[in-house]
């Protein structure tokens, strides 16, 4: 990863009105240095739908972000609550999420669906009471 | 279908209007769930929604969708407007329903988009 571009965000908790905005700067960004269409969205919609978990469930976080010729590579860190149940969480329609947030569109548990499905690699470690990292790989 | 006669057809006033005569819409998605939208959208649709907060604008530009209309008189506020102008989305509203929205939409050809 030497070679690497490096771009790194801070996810402010609670501010749901901000939550994008680093997936949006990693979407222009992407478009600037010419990675296609399809790989820009498939990464697009997988960041965007882990910073918005990180603001729902986690106080935000950072997010560590390596793009090299043939591959994105995110890595979303918070210090949240963790994933009780990692394997329910993977679960088309399983949430946790509160009624507020469901009313503001979210929460219908397919983050972490959505994640996998337009990712290569996702990996998550998570531990209770201590945070989560969620790395997920796009290749192109 | 073009944005200019997703508007004539929906009666819908023009919040944020960016080449209403050339730009193509090739299908429709009604939702207020955007979680739903991240996972079945596809191939340049509408997006007809209820919800309206700055995630709309967001989810449409992820999605790279260029249209979004809200339905039952919603109304986007300031800072959602400079979203969409940023990111050169045409925002419509109009009074009628979703589910009449999507039935005029779906009655003059434009299909599902999931």
Redesign the interface.
């Given at each position: 990863m030497d070679d690497a571009i490096q771009l790194k965000y801070t996810v402010s908790p609670e501010d749901?009105?901000r939550?994008?905005e680093a997936?949006?700067d990693l979407?222009k960004v992407l478009k600037q240095i010419g990675v296609s269409?399809e790989a820009i969205?498939r990464v697009?919609?997988a960041m965007?739908?882990g910073e918005?978990n990180m603001v729902i469930h986690a106080n935000g976080g950072e997010i560590t972000v390596y793009v090299t010729p043939s591959q994105v590579k995110m890595i979303l860190q918070d210090s949240g609550p963790g994933i009780p149940d990692v394997e329910k969480a993977m679960q088309a329609g399983w949430s946790t999420a509160s009624a507020n947030i469901?009313s503001?569109?979210?929460?219908?548990?397919?983050?972490l669906?959505?994640m996998k499905?337009y990712t290569d690699d996702l990996q998550i470690e998570t531990v209770l009471g201590v945070g989560t990292t969620v790395t997920m790989i796009v290749n192109f | 279908m073009v944005v200019r006669t997703i508007v004539e057809l929906l009666d819908a006033d023009i919040i944020h209007g960016v080449d209403l005569d050339t730009r193509e819409i090739r299908s429709c998605c009604g939702s207020?769930?955007?979680?739903?939208v991240?996972?079945y959208v596809k191939d340049q649709p509408v997006l007809l929604t209820g919800?309206c907060?700055?995630?709309?604008i967001?989810?449409a530009?992820?999605?790279?969708i260029m249209c979004i209309a809200f339905v039952r008189g919603k109304r986007p506020d300031e800072?959602m407007i400079e979203l969409a102008k940023d990111r050169d989305i045409c925002l419509l509203a109009t009074k009628h329903t979703m589910f009449t929205s999507c039935g005029i939409l779906f009655q003059n050809g434009l299909i599902g988009g999931a």
């Open positions: 749901f009105t939550a994008g997936s949006g979407k269409p969205r697009s919609i965007y739908e918005i469901r503001l569109g979210f929460g219908a548990g397919m983050g669906p959505n499905k | 207020d769930m955007m979680s739903d991240l996972a919800l907060n700055p995630q709309v967001r989810t530009e992820m999605m790279d800072k």
